[in-house]
């Protein structure tokens, strides 16, 4: 004698959770595409910023020495890192916006960084 097959709960409608809504993909490239633009607006203002007042010949083995070349180019090389980093993940149809987003944080920082340095570099050694 066979016992009969117990019952299987069915799931309902409600109990079950909705699945996460994606961002769209022209969404994504948009938000990609004007985060790089502002980025790179960021970085000429920076080079400006550090042609004008920042320029500095020093030559005194301090920390300021290492702060010129994090504060000219830093920003920069985040920039087209960033912007390779999201043109690949745009070809290969993933989400792009949060790398962009990353190097759109990451870039200022790295200037700030080099400034930091340049000042502590500048202090007058007692």
Do not use: C, H
């Not at 004008?52 to 030559?59: D, E, K, R, W």
């Amino acid at each position: 004698m066979t016992s009969p097959a117990p019952e299987q709960p069915v799931a309902s409608a409600a109990s079950t959770p909705a699945p996460k809504k994606a961002i769209s993909r022209s969404t994504d490239r948009t938000l990609s595409i004007v985060m790089l633009a502002v980025q790179f607006i960021f970085v000429v203002i920076f080079f400006v910023l550090y042609s004008i007042g920042f320029a500095l010949s020093v030559n005194t083995g301090s920390l300021a020495e290492l702060a010129e070349p994090i504060m000219l180019f830093g920003p920069g090389v985040v920039f087209f890192a960033n912007l390779i980093v999201s043109v690949v993940l745009m070809n290969k149809g993933r989400t792009a916006w949060i790398a962009t987003l990353v190097g759109f944080i990451v870039a200022p920082l790295i200037f700030v960084l080099g400034n930091v340095l340049l000042q502590v570099g500048l202090l007058p050694s007692n």
